[in-house]
């Protein structure tokens, strides 16, 4: 990119907002960009390139496979530098495809937009909740998970750079930018946003749970409980060393708090990444059930990933059930 985002620090726009402008600006300075989506532009907001650059969009239609097959085409050879976007739910139409990219050393990013519950009242069939555990299996995939507008630019940008798939998450609601435009970000180093020295436990969450982890610190402080909080920014690769060092820091305490089931997501990577480590107490949140259609907060807060992510009871995913 030639020059830093342009936003302001508590101005509030989508990260798949945040995507498609970052695409179209990424394309004013490099031709070989090319864009393609399965007729949600308006969902994903790829049609921000396609108004700026229509002779580099390609409309693929409902047909997701076809998609990843022609972004894969598209980016042989390294002719082009190819953004292929859809809903985050139907990649898992095109596993095949993918792990058939992945095979042919391709180097394709793709956005998935209206990831987990975020999606609210469109209800569960376009709830992407199972799409982190898709792209962690396959070998080559990098996956980012930006949680506002200035990391979604910065995602862009080094996905554009980043060779193999890279897969983008991004989310529907409008959320705060919580990071500065000048902000340095590189794959596989995570992001601590809140801390002090009096902090009794690391809660690790990314996209709308991050903004939840920080409002559930806030709310805390006034009890005089002060949590740490992590931006992993990337699911995959993990930035194990910085997570480990401040679990430390807080006591061997952690918790992960994701918009997405609880098999193959944030939860499971975090796990992998401590496994080893002596003395750690791990508390995985997650997306318990399949969920009903409705507002999001109402969603967050059922299954249990709101800002009141300390509150008892909460839902029993199965494998925790006696």
Do not use: W
């Not at 998970?145 to 897969?167: F, H, I, M, Q, R």
């Not at 409008?174 to 000048?182: G, L, M, R």
């Not at 690391?202 to 709308?208: E, F, H, K, L, R």
């Not at 997650?286 to 800002?307: E, F, N, Q, W, Y």
């Amino acid at each position: 990119m030639p020059s830093a985002p342009n936003y302001k620090p508590g101005e509030k726009i989508a990260t798949c907002k945040g995507y498609g402008m970052a695409v179209a600006k990424l394309g004013r300075y490099n031709e070989r960009v090319v864009a393609m989506d399965v007729d949600t532009k308006n969902f994903t907001c790829s049609e921000i390139f396609k108004n700026e650059h229509p002779n580099r969009f390609i409309e693929c239609y409902s047909a997701e496979q076809n998609m990843v097959s022609v972004a894969t085409g598209c980016a042989a050879r390294e002719r082009n530098i190819v953004f292929a976007s859809g809903l985050a739910t139907f990649f898992t139409r095109a596993y095949d495809q993918l792990r058939m990219a992945a095979i042919s050393d391709s180097n394709i990013n793709l956005c998935g937009s209206h990831c987990g519950l975020s999606d609210g009242e469109d209800g569960p069939a376009h709830m992407g909740l199972e799409d982190m555990a898709i792209f962690r299996a396959i070998p080559t995939a990098t996956i980012f998970y930006p949680s506002d507008a200035v990391s979604t630019e910065k995602a862009v940008e080094l996905a554009a750079n980043t060779k193999g798939v890279c897969y983008i998450r991004t989310a529907r609601p409008e959320t705060a930018i919580i990071y500065n435009s000048n902000e340095d970000f590189h794959v596989g180093q995570a992001k601590v946003v809140c801390q002090s020295k009096e902090d009794q436990v690391t809660v690790i969450g990314a996209g709308m749970t991050l903004h939840e982890a920080l409002a559930a610190a806030e709310q805390l402080k006034k009890e005089r409980i002060y949590i740490r909080v992590i931006d992993p920014f990337t699911i995959k690769p993990l930035d194990a060393k910085t997570i480990i060092d401040h679990v430390r820091a807080t006591r061997g305490r952690v918790i992960t708090v994701e918009d997405h089931y609880y098999e193959g997501g944030l939860g499971e990577a975090v796990c992998s990444a401590i496994v080893n480590e002596p003395g750690f107490t791990f508390q995985r949140l997650a997306v318990t059930h399949i969920p009903r259609s409705g507002k999001m907060c109402d969603l967050l807060k059922i299954h249990g990933i709101d800002l009141n992510l300390f509150a008892l009871p909460r839902p029993l995913h199965p494998n925790q059930m006696k």
